[in-house]
């Protein structure tokens, strides 16, 4: 039950003819405080949700999302506001919730079937937010989704796994507490993620120092290491023909830059040649 004061504000927000000029200025403010009653009532007034704020650069939903304003987004979705739109930094609403830690929202956006492998412009999913952040109750919210996909690289050829891991290790170098990266990483080892070869995770340091939930798990998929790795072989092959391609691309184009400078110097020389030459014979005379 929202206390009559918050209401109240609400209400002056969204009625103020100085504050909010525009529906979609009042329709944002509702939002924002998470007012299903005066968002319901804007878009029975037929105010799209639908826009794209070019200052904010994101939409309602974005901010729905950022707020933890679960109430609305239903609304908003019903209304036709894209649910997989991408805002600043290719963000969709269910990565920024699941940055921020949103729970409820990452909850009503996955209910509402939300796409969680739309990556941001880093490659990054929802999953990889949460992972980094030791997150472990978003990550289990999010791998609820029938079509989550644990095993995804980011732009940096790393999992969500791996930064859950990662993390870990650096906190606790410096002493600070990783349990929450470590129940993470034990929930998305349970719904099938492996440690890819490759990853910047050292198998060795797991499999020497066990940590907290997390070791059975983990120690567990340190065997499935070689065929992980028989699975990755195409992968490294491509990569491998990209790199011989891009170094004989270099090898070309300094070909051709030194056949266009030949000419130049082979006409340098006989000009110098010539002077040489003419400056010998005044001097004989």
């Known amino acids: 039950m929202r206390h009559p004061i918050i209401s109240l504000i609400v209400s002056l927000l969204t009625t103020s003819t100085v504050y909010a000029a525009t529906p979609q200025e009042r329709l944002r403010a509702a939002v924002i405080y998470d007012d299903y009653s005066i968002v319901q009532s804007l878009l029975a007034a037929r105010v799209d949700p639908t826009g794209f704020d070019p200052v904010y650069r994101n939409t309602l939903l974005h901010v729905a999302a950022e707020r933890d304003a679960a109430m609305v987004i239903p609304a908003l979705v019903e209304a036709g506001a894209d649910i997989n739109a991408r805002g600043h930094s290719g963000w969709t609403p269910l990565i920024v919730a699941a940055h921020n830690g949103r729970l409820n929202a990452i909850s009503t956006l996955v209910e509402l079937r939300a796409d969680p492998n739309v990556p941001g412009l880093s490659g990054q999913r929802a999953l990889h937010h949460t992972a ?4 472990w109750e978003a990550t289990s919210r ?9 095993n995804v ?7 969500p796994f ?8 650096f906190l606790e170098h410096w002493r600070i507490s ?7 990483a034990a929930i998305l080892a349970a719904h099938g993620a492996i440690l890819l070869p490759g990853a910047p995770t050292a198998l060795l340091d797991l499999a020497t120092t066990p940590r907290a939930e997390a070791l059975p798990i983990i120690e ?6 070689r065929t992980v790795q028989e699975e990755r072989a195409p992968f490294l092959t491509r990569l491998a023909e990209r790199l011989a391609l891009r170094e004989n691309q270099r090898r070309q184009a300094e070909a051709n830059v030194s056949a266009v400078l030949q000419p130049s110097s082979t006409i340098c020389s006989s000009v110098v040649a010539a002077h040489s030459s003419h400056c010998a014979s005044h001097a004989c005379l």
């Not at 791996?162 to 290790?169: L, P, Q, T």
């Not at 990783?178 to 993470?184: K, P, R, S």
């Not at 567990?220 to 290491?225: G, M, R, V």
């Open 142 to 150: 999010l791998v609820a989704h029938p079509l989550i996909e644990v």
């Open 162 to 169: 791996d930064r859950a891991i990662a993390r870990a290790r």
């Open 132 to 135: 980094q952040r030791g997150d």
């Open 178 to 184: 990783a349990e929450g990266h470590w129940i993470t």
């Open 153 to 159: 690289f980011d732009h940096i050829h790393g999992t």
């Open 220 to 225: 567990s998929l340190l065997a499935e290491q």
